[in-house]
Nanobody, 127 residues
Framework: QAQLVESGGGLVQAGDSLRLSCVASGRSFSTYAMGWFRQAPGKERDFVASITRNTLSAYYSDSVKGRFTISRDNAKNTVYLQMNSLKPEDTAIYYC????????????????????WGQGTQVTVSS
């Protein structure tokens, strides 16, 4: 079983950068693919990015491709989301999630493919 804790959110201006972190407890972090989702007020939770357990591949939603980068450090049980050129429409609560299996990163683009979730961290981008 894994517990996930996100951090790094905050209030920034359009064009700024933020790096989110998600630390996982337990000794099996490297066996999970990891993903980031976000949920804006009044909207559904949407996929942002995913990364395979061995870091060989990553996958992004079209809305963040080229601006966000997902990475992980298995030695630190941590997955990151580097967010550059932030826009007001990026405002949301950001959640990290862990999914089992060794599928390609694009497999992990739906919430039901994940087993564990963090509590979320708020990102607010002002115009």
């Amino acid at each position: 079983q894994a517990q996930l804790v996100e951090s790094g959110g905050g209030l920034v201006q359009a064009g700024d950068s933020l790096r989110l972190s998600c630390v996982a407890s337990g000794r099996s972090f490297s066996t999970y693919a990891m993903g980031w989702f976000r949920q804006a007020p009044g909207k559904e939770r949407d996929f942002v990015a995913s990364i395979t357990r061995n870091t060989l591949s990553a996958y992004y939603s079209d809305s963040v491709k080229g601006r966000f980068t997902i990475s992980r450090d298995n030695a630190k049980n941590t997955v990151y989301l580097q967010m550059n050129s932030l826009k007001p429409e990026d405002t949301a609560i950001y959640y990290c999630a862990a999914g089992s299996g060794g599928y390609p990163a694009n497999y992990y683009n739906r919430q039901y493919k994940y087993d564990y979730w963090g509590q979320g961290t708020q990102v607010t981008v002002s115009s």
